[in-house]
């Protein structure tokens, strides 16, 4: 049972025993929030990342000296082709991309257990999407994801119906819901590529041990490097769709950061916007706002149990008292 709950509730166990809480302390329950939250965020990008680097083996994102596509592996990707058969450039990269569709949006079981009902992973598939592109993009005849869009997702593939989730019809819709990126240009769009990709990289050579923090202390130096120049472009303003990626990265960055605390030092990054999801906003709120009313609810109890008890005990005495003294007028 190596679900990701089953694998919190023994690192939150660890941490108890280490930190030398009581399991009786009221803190108990406040921290096994808080832990298991930030456990569940870094297992969900864990798992992201695993998709990714199955697709970094089996289609390298480099051309080979003769300037073509290196497509390593398609036994696992050709069911996404035609007739099992991808003969372009433009079918292959348009396999991945179903692939990895698949792996985090099929239907409402990958939907919860690998997703998570995070859809910003639709923002790192199109960062792959554009770089990938990018890489034979010569005189620059795809400007934008508009162009793969109309011949590539704007199909059947794209429009089955993901099984038991009501919110997003399709992988078509989960795409329109990131459609302010549609219109960027893929090279500005592959900018972000290597920042991502280390970011993936990361995660992939974490273990849950945090014996590869130390490992991944020397990537995250670089990926603060590349994220302050992408973040230092005065052109990225407000909730634009570059800001978005910024902070989806900053997120998934820091959550790996807080894992590795106190075993290895991260440096910390600058963001210049606060551009949090509303998925991942209205998630933290939910949980701070069940704790603080949780607590709220615990104190009042036990305020009213100290106060029932003192009452209680103090007309028990009283009783007692008035027992004796008639015990008394009787002899």
């Known amino acids: 049972m190596n679900n990701p709950e089953h694998l919190a509730n023994i690192y939150i166990n660890l941490y108890i025993k280490r930190a030398n809480i009581s399991y009786l302390s009221p803190l108990k329950w406040q921290y096994n929030n808080l832990i298991k939250h930030s456990f ?16 970094w083996e089996w289609f390298l994102d480099e051309l080979d000296n003769e300037q073509n596509y290196q497509f390593i592996n398609d036994e696992y990707l050709k069911k996404y082709c035609d007739n099992q058969k991808c ?8 396999s991945v991309s179903l692939y990895l569709f698949n792996e985090f949006f099929k239907n409402y079981s990958v939907f919860e257990s690998v997703a998570k009902n995070n859809i910003n992973i639709v923002e790192y598939i199109m960062i792959w999407l554009s770089y990938m592109l990018n890489l034979k993009n010569k005189g620059n005849s795809i400007e934008s994801l508009y162009y793969f869009y109309n011949d590539f997702i704007d199909n059947n593939k794209y429009k089955n119906s ?18 302010e990126l549609m219109n960027m240009k893929i090279n500005d769009i592959s900018k972000f590529y290597d920042a991502f990709k280390l970011l993936c990289e990361m995660y992939t050579e974490f273990d849950e041990n945090t014996s590869n923090c130390k490992t991944c202390s020397e990537k995250a130096k670089e990926f603060v490097k590349k994220y302050e120049q992408l973040n230092g472009n005065s052109s990225i303003t407000g909730n634009s769709p570059c800001s978005q990626i910024l902070s989806t990265l900053s997120n998934d960055y820091n959550n790996l950061k807080n894992e590795c605390n106190g075993i290895s030092s991260f440096p910390t990054i600058t963001t210049k916007f606060s551009v949090q999801s509303s998925e991942v906003t209205s998630s933290n709120s939910s949980i701070e706002n069940k704790l603080i009313i949780f ?10 149990l100290g106060i029932s008890y003192k009452y209680s005990l103090f007309g028990f005495r009283k009783r007692s008292k008035k027992q004796q003294i008639r015990e008394k007028l009787k002899k």
């Not at 297992?43 to 990714?52: A, G, L, N, T």
């Not at 003969?87 to 348009?94: E, F, G, P, R, S």
């Not at 607590?295 to 009213?304: E, P």
């Open 40 to 55: 569940l965020l870094y297992f969900k990008f864990h798992q992201k990342c695993k998709r990714f680097k199955n697709v």
């Open 162 to 179: 993901i099984y038991g989730v009501d919110a997003y019809n399709s992988y078509d819709d989960l795409i329109n819901k990131k459609n």
């Open 87 to 94: 003969n372009t450039y433009i079918v292959k990269i348009n």
């Open 295 to 304: 607590l709220s609810i615990c104190g009042a109890i036990a305020i009213f």
